[in-house]
């Protein structure tokens, strides 16, 4: 025991002298980096922020408003949201699923598996979209019997659903498979061992494990898919009013030099991202203190 604390000792001191040392750096050196991150935020992030809020007030409050208000943004604002909220539950189930057969089964295949998930990653955006137009398109795959069958996919809303599942399949998983390594089996195989079912284990013992996790993917997954633009803007068709995400519809309004109106959606998804990363940040708070 003694010989224990004498080695649980010698670390934190060992700790202790390493933090003094780095508390101890040349101020110069400290001055130095802290100024080039500050200035790198500050021209890169915090400066072209502030000027898409100036450029969309630019015209005053009522152009502002008339901006986002006008049918084709309010259709391109309703469009985003639809699409986050059929896509994130989707990948949400998936990546649960998939995070929970790769880290409590042996089975063939599971390397494959981890594989697929990884690869929207490797692949284009531009390229999945022009995937689903040869699977799906009038002269594609399938395309005919679709025709045939009065079934549109590409150039509408089915389109954009499966271009934006594509792109944002590995978030949540990616999120939970590590989390969910790093914690084991022993807990579920307590409780099924006391009886309890599959689903219940689920729900009384690892979902309360990987919530702050899971949440964490959700709001990852979430922010990529109405930020999503390479795939989507190949398999809409950019039909105003009606197939417009509010990226394309961005795209379109500065294309027409309509620069207060173009700057006033990309305020709206600005304002967006702002709340992502801010409740990202408090979820990775929450995580680390569990």
């Known amino acids: 025991?003694?010989?224990?604390?004498?080695?649980?000792?010698?670390?934190?001191?060992?700790?202790?002298?390493?933090?003094?040392?780095?508390?101890?750096?040349?101020?110069?050196?400290?001055?130095?980096?802290?100024?080039?991150?500050?200035?790198?935020?500050?021209?890169?992030?915090?400066?072209p922020l502030v000027t898409i809020f100036i450029t969309a007030f630019k015209k005053g409050i009522d152009v502002y408003l008339a901006s986002i208000s006008e049918p084709n943004a309010l259709s391109a604002i309703k469009l985003t949201l639809l699409i986050a909220a059929i896509v994130v539950?989707?990948?949400?189930?998936?990546?649960?699923?998939?995070?929970?057969?790769?880290?409590?089964?042996?089975?063939?295949?599971?390397?494959?598996?981890?594989?697929?998930?990884?690869?929207?990653?490797?692949?284009?955006?531009?390229?999945?979209?022009?995937?689903?137009?040869?699977?799906?398109?009038?002269?594609g795959l399938f395309g005919e019997w679709l025709l045939n069958h009065n079934i549109q996919i590409v150039f509408s809303l089915p389109g954009i659903i499966l271009a934006s599942l594509f792109v944002t399949v590995p978030f949540v998983a990616r999120e939970l498979i590590p989390l969910m390594q790093t914690q084991g089996t022993q807990e579920e195989e307590a409780s099924i061992s006391l009886g309890a079912g599959a689903f219940t284990t689920f729900v009384k013992v690892t979902l309360p494990n990987i919530k702050w996790g899971l949440l964490y993917g959700v709001i990852l997954c979430n922010a990529r898919v109405m930020g999503e633009f390479g795939a989507v803007s190949v398999v809409s068709g950019h039909v105003r009013g009606l197939t417009n995400s509010m990226p394309l519809h961005i795209e379109v309004l500065y294309n027409e030099y309509q620069f207060s109106a173009a700057f006033a959606v990309a305020s709206l998804m600005s304002i967006l991202a702002l709340i992502t990363i801010i409740i990202k940040n408090i979820v990775e708070w929450k995580t680390k203190q569990y």
């Open 89 to 139: 539950p989707i990948n949400t189930i998936f990546g649960i699923a998939a995070a929970w057969a790769i880290t409590k089964f042996d089975f063939r295949g599971k390397n494959l598996l981890t594989t697929l998930i990884d690869l929207p990653f490797a692949v284009s955006p531009v390229i999945a979209g022009l995937v689903f137009i040869l699977l799906f398109g009038a002269e």
């Open 1 to 47: 025991m003694e010989k224990q604390l004498t080695i649980d000792h010698s670390k934190i001191t060992s700790t202790r002298k390493a933090k003094n040392a780095t508390l101890k750096e040349p101020w110069i050196i400290r001055f130095t980096l802290t100024t080039i991150s500050l200035l790198f935020l500050l021209i890169f992030l915090v400066l």
